[in-house]
């Protein structure tokens, strides 16, 4: 594994993925900012198209668009594993964290991965709308359960930004009651702002196990928090519909995924509750950490190629 890691490690440039997220036009989304909408959109497809892949589009009303990238797999083309990152940002944020950094994870896969065939197929999805209700990855969602099985999907959003120090990451009110474990790591490292965080069900554990996996041999262990959906908890998650507390782990397109019952983490650095930029007009390339965001990028790459091999043990 450790040797795998060092291999892709070399193939990633930190500077590379801080030139794709400065090339993103922002702010972008189709109400007003239609302009920079529509030149991502091209971003997206020339580069997806240049790299090897079959683009696809997809109506999201009202006007909006899903883009797609695939590569059919060889043996088993009607099995895909996804990775998924929004394109739209909120109005007034160049949205280089939200979700600029999850694009350039797109960009670099496509690029990295786009030489060969793998057994199962492999789609990069842009969903559109996800700043205002996840609209766009609703019927993105519905097409994927038509057409494949999903063996695996990771939702980028966001994922950019860190910060190393001390009592930068913030934590909801009355987390430590369903997460003492995660909690108490977080505190012996003081709070540091810079874990990368994998919000699960129990029907994506493998997934997330995978990833996880792969992670720890890019970076530090100690980063990498697992969470399981608190709504997905036993006995105590039905109980949690009402509870504020819940409603963080279901704010991406993660979670139109696990509602058409696909298999999907959620890969984030906690937005808010780290990042002072979020939805704010100094979410600027700037900001972000280009080193962690290699590790990532490194990392999903070695769990897509894994995943795209081997059947994940079901856990239904």
Same mark, same amino acid.
């Given at each position: 594994?450790?040797?795998?890691?060092?291999?892709?490690?070399?193939?990633?440039?930190?500077?590379?993925?801080?030139?794709?997220?400065?090339?993103? !036009?922002?702010? &972008?989304?189709?109400?007003?900012?239609?302009?920079?909408?529509?030149?991502?959109?091209?971003?997206?497809?020339?580069?997806?198209?240049?790299?090897?892949?079959?683009?696809?589009?997809? &109506?999201?009303?009202?006007?909006?668009?899903?883009?797609?990238?695939?590569? $059919?797999?060889?043996?088993? !083309?009607?099995?895909? *594993?996804?990775?998924?990152?929004?394109?739209?940002?909120?109005?007034?944020?160049?949205?280089?964290?939200?979700?600029?950094?999850?694009?350039?994870?797109?960009? $670099?896969?496509?690029?990295?991965?786009?030489? $060969?065939?793998?057994?199962?197929?492999?789609?990069?999805?842009?969903?559109?709308?996800? $700043?205002?209700? /996840?609209?766009?990855?609703?019927?993105?969602?519905? %097409?994927?359960?038509?057409?494949?099985?999903?063996?695996?999907?990771?939702?980028?959003?966001?994922?950019?930004?860190?910060?190393?120090?001390?009592?930068?990451?913030?934590?909801?009110?009355?987390?430590?009651?369903?997460?003492?474990?995660? /909690?108490?790591?977080?505190?012996?490292?003081?709070?540091?702002?810079?874990?990368?965080?994998?919000?699960?069900?129990?029907?994506? /554990?493998?997934?997330?196990?995978?990833?996880?996996?792969?992670?720890?041999?890019?970076?530090?262990?100690?980063?990498?928090?697992?969470?399981?959906? !608190?709504?997905?908890?036993?006995?105590?998650?039905?109980?949690?519909?009402?509870? !504020?507390?819940?409603?963080? #782990?279901?704010?991406?397109?993660?979670?139109?995924? %696990?509602?058409?019952?696909?298999?999907? *983490?959620?890969?984030?650095?906690?937005?808010? #509750?780290?990042?002072?930029?979020?939805?704010?007009?100094?979410?600027?390339?700037?900001?972000?950490?280009?080193?962690? /965001?290699?590790?990532?990028?490194?990392?999903?790459?070695?769990?897509?190629?894994?995943?795209?091999?081997?059947?994940?043990?079901?856990?239904?």
């Amino acid at each position: 594994m450790l040797d795998v890691a060092v291999r892709w490690l070399a193939r990633i440039d930190p500077g590379r993925l801080r030139d794709r997220v400065a090339a993103l !036009p922002g702010p &972008r989304n189709r109400s007003d900012a239609p302009v920079a909408m529509r030149a991502t959109d091209r971003l997206l497809e020339r580069s997806w198209r240049a790299a090897g892949w079959r683009i696809g589009r997809q &109506r999201v009303q009202p006007g909006g668009l899903n883009i797609v990238a695939v590569r $059919e797999g060889r043996e088993a !083309p009607n099995e895909a *594993i996804v990775v998924v990152a929004h394109h739209d940002t909120v109005p007034g944020s160049p949205g280089a964290d939200d979700n600029g950094a999850g694009l350039a994870v797109l960009l $670099e896969l496509a690029e990295q991965l786009g030489g $060969e065939r793998h057994r199962r197929t492999l789609i990069l999805a842009a969903p559109d709308y996800e $700043e205002i209700g /996840l609209v766009g990855s609703r019927p993105l969602a519905r %097409w994927l359960r038509a057409t494949y099985q999903v063996r695996a999907a990771i939702v980028f959003d966001p994922i950019g930004f860190m910060d190393p120090r001390p009592g930068a990451q913030q934590v909801p009110a009355g987390i430590g009651m369903l997460y003492p474990d995660q /909690l108490a790591r977080l505190d012996r490292r003081e709070r540091r702002g810079d874990t990368v965080v994998a919000i699960y069900r129990r029907r994506s /554990l493998d997934v997330a196990r995978a990833w996880a996996t792969s992670l720890a041999a890019t970076l530090d262990p100690d980063r990498i928090i697992l969470l399981r959906d !608190p709504l997905d908890l036993p006995v105590v998650g039905p109980m949690l519909m009402a509870v !504020p507390l819940a409603r963080h #782990f279901s704010r991406s397109d993660h979670v139109r995924l %696990w509602q058409a019952g696909l298999p999907a *983490i959620q890969v984030t650095n906690t937005a808010n #509750f780290r990042n002072p930029n979020y939805h704010r007009p100094t979410d600027t390339p700037d900001t972000l950490d280009y080193e962690t /965001l290699r590790r990532v990028v490194a990392a999903t790459a070695m769990t897509v190629e894994r995943l795209a091999a081997v059947d994940p043990v079901s856990h239904d």
